[in-house]
């Protein structure tokens, strides 16, 4: 590659990074400075509050944007994808299951704060309007202009993401750096004629405003600081789309642009003696003639703050719902596009939140006192996992040595912005914790139907080998397809839930030349595509494990006709003759798949569950009945499924008579055997296979790309 090549592409990944990751933070000004001075409206001394105040924004960015996220968290990407989820995706296999609490408080705290991004920015920015002139245009003030006008800019941006912003996107990075060219030249003017603003540079400055009586609001001024971080999470979170080295190459501009604009603000207060919640500083800085333009450009900064506020949340829940930890939703790709993908449900819940912060709050002022609380509450538990993070990649001691000065800040930060709760902060705690009550219903309340139903409702498929040979054998019986698949968890020592068994044996046998048993398992690489497979010492019985990282769309039908087509040219099946059709040469036959749904009418009816269970359980499956069913999921094609709706948890009756199934002792050791997609050149060693030998083959992936 030329130097030439090499630059064009540094400085399109600087763009890239600048129109995807800084549209929350890099809006902050249009807010903060204002949030900050109307806490203080009547200090008698205003020249050292708005020093102090700017020196304790600037610390808070150089200690937790640069230092913690930029510096630190990047660094614990789990294949370059970053983020709470795929943080704990990284650190979750370390036998420390409490580590899903934090996941999940820090991720419905992260979307909860979140729906509030597109309602504050979008505000802020429609306000610069408000009674100014250009020419014979003269706009009007108050809520009845502004509220209609910021609900018509959301309807626009949230109804585009159905139809994809590919397009759109392509003009981010320029836009944005139109964006922090501006608010960095127009704050440096502003500097010029007060440069002794710049002794905010000093952390004295910040120490002494917290305690200083000119801070009226006392530790609860970090309240309002922190608005000029709650980005943050999203240098972070954006990794995976634009890669680290994009951050470290932006993120020096980005800060002193910020830096300068804050700067500008405070020189501004300071010479014009202002204060009170009336002022709109991010505009009063800028000279009449260019008002509009400001009023332009922040209005474009909003919507891409809300862009990537959404297209982010989309990515959150996806992840979550890989990790099982949130209901399955129908995920599109708008445009062919896999890069950009869409979820119905929380784009429409996104917005419905976005209008409910407008209406009910009104003004950007009024969303400033809701917006940060729970936010601060995502920090601290990505610092908890961070914390876990470095514990086992480094040593103990220098994950405490991050942990405790980071976890103190944040802590300080939290109660500082507890003050906002009676304030709308108890919007978004409400929202954060109807996102964690779906998290905990479907993931406890599968957790504990797991935890009841194995020992009674589970049985070893390994002793009903000899039945689904002989049953493939029978011509008697119709043949159900050449290939029958079962979605389903197979535990390690072969336990398999009863309902499958009485669904393959039960008054009506499914006949099938092989039968397949396909569980399908998170990967803690995010685009990990392997699998696993066991012939359980038989030629028509596989059972199949599916690594799939929470970044791979769960195509199960195209894998498993992907790995039939391996093992029949490996010998390890027998190839499935076609008698008719189009392509009478292929090796395989038809597949069928088959999946059941759990239900039970009255939880109650069931022995020995606590109501506590019955509470969970009962959660879990009233959201299963509303999510999207597993054919659209694991994306089967219709005619080829099969939907059986069982027991969730069968009864002793019906136990008995799936024991007077069971034949004992009549087929010897099973041999087992393992193979990984990673490494197609290696044909199965048939040998080992007969001499028992377990340790599993490695074969490639690439052909699922």
Not at 66 to 90: M, P, R
């Amino acid at each position: 590659m030329t130097d030439s090549a090499k630059k064009r592409l540094k400085y399109g990944g600087f763009l890239i990074a600048l129109g995807i990751v800084y549209g929350d933070i890099g809006t902050s000004p249009l807010y903060t400075m204002n949030a900050i001075i109307a806490g203080n409206a009547h200090t008698d001394n205003m020249k050292n509050l708005v020093i102090g105040s700017i020196s304790l924004v600037f610390w808070t960015l150089m200690l937790i944007t640069t230092i913690k996220y930029v510096l630190i968290a990047l660094q614990a990407d789990n294949h370059g994808e970053g983020g709470i989820f795929s943080l704990y995706s990284k650190v979750r296999n370390r036998n420390m299951k409490w580590l899903i609490i934090p996941a999940m408080v820090g991720g419905a705290a992260l979307l909860a704060d979140g729906a509030l991004t597109p309602a504050v920015t979008v505000t802020s920015a429609v306000e610069g309007l408000e009674g100014q002139k250009f020419g014979s245009l003269m706009f009007p003030t108050g809520i009845d202009f502004v509220v209609p006008v910021v609900l018509t800019i959301l309807l626009v941006v949230f109804t585009l993401q159905r139809k994809g912003t590919t397009k759109i996107g392509r003009m981010f990075g320029p836009m944005m750096l139109i964006w922090f060219t501006f608010i960095g030249f127009f704050g440096l003017l502003q500097v010029i004629q007060y440069p002794e603003i710049l002794k905010a540079l000093s952390p004295v400055y910040a120490i002494q405003t917290l305690f200083s009586p000119d801070n009226r609001l006392g530790i609860f001024i970090l309240g309002n600081i922190f608005l000029a971080t709650t980005g943050a999470e999203a240098l972070y979170s954006d990794m995976g789309h634009v890669g680290k080295r994009n951050i470290y190459l932006s993120w020096p501009f980005v800060y002193v642009t910020l830096v300068l604009n804050y700067m500008g603000q405070g020189a501004w207060v300071i010479m014009h003696n202002a204060s009170g919640s009336n002022l709109n500083l991010f505009f009063d800085i800028l000279p009449n003639q260019w008002r509009l333009v400001g009023v332009i450009l922040s209005t474009i900064a909003a919507v891409i703050a809300s862009q990537a506020l959404i297209t982010g949340a989309f990515t959150l829940v996806s992840e979550a719902i890989s990790l099982k930890i949130m209901p399955r939703l129908r995920i599109t790709y708008p445009n062919d596009f896999r890069g950009q993908m869409y979820i119905s449900i929380v784009n429409w819940m996104l917005f419905v939140a976005g209008v409910v912060v407008v209406v009910l709050f009104q003004t950007s002022h009024n969303m400033e006192s809701a917006y940060g609380l729970a936010i601060t509450v995502t920090m601290l538990m990505t610092t908890t996992l961070l914390f876990e993070f470095i514990r086992f990649k480094t040593r103990t001691s220098l994950a405490i040595l991050f942990a405790v000065p980071f976890g103190l800040l944040e802590t300080l930060f939290l109660i500082a912005s507890l003050g906002k709760f009676i304030h709308g902060g108890y919007f978004t705690v409400i929202l954060m914790l109807l996102i964690l009550s779906v998290m905990v219903f479907w993931f406890y309340g599968n957790k504990r139907r797991e935890a009841l139903s194995y020992n009674n409702d589970y049985l070893s498929l390994k002793d009903y080998r000899r039945q689904l040979m002989q049953l493939s054998n029978d011509s008697e019986e119709p043949l159900m397809a050449k290939n029958l698949v079962y979605i389903v968890n197979v535990h390690d020592d072969y336990q398999i839930k009863k309902s499958v068994i009485y669904s393959l044996l039960g008054a009506r046998p499914k006949r099938a030349k092989v039968y397949w048993f396909v569980t399908i398992r998170e990967s803690i690489n995010p685009y990990e595509k392997s699998y696993s497979v066991d012939l359980m010492g038989s030629q028509n019985m596989v059972r199949v494990v599916l690594n799939l990282g929470f970044k791979v769309d769960p195509q199960v039908e195209y894998y498993i006709h992907q790995i039939a087509k391996v093992l029949v040219k490996q010998g390890v099946l027998e190839p499935q003759k076609i008698r008719y059709g189009l392509d009478k040469n292929r090796s395989i036959g038809d597949f069928k798949y088959v999946i059941t749904n759990n239900y039970y009418t009255d939880l109650k009816a069931v022995s020995k569950i606590s109501s506590w269970d019955r509470f969970l359980i009962g959660g879990r499956i009233w959201l299963q009945s509303h999510s999207v069913h597993l054919r659209y999921f694991y994306r089967l094609r219709l005619s080829d499924t099969v939907e059986e709706v069982v027991p969730l948890f069968i009864e002793h009756k019906t136990v008995s008579k799936l024991r007077q199934l069971e034949v004992k002792n009549q087929m010897p050791k099973m041999d087992r055997w393992n193979r990984r997609i990673d490494d197609p050149v290696n044909p199965i060693d048939k040998k080992r296979r007969q001499d028992g030998d377990e340790h599993p083959h490695r074969h490639d992936d690439h052909h699922h790309e």
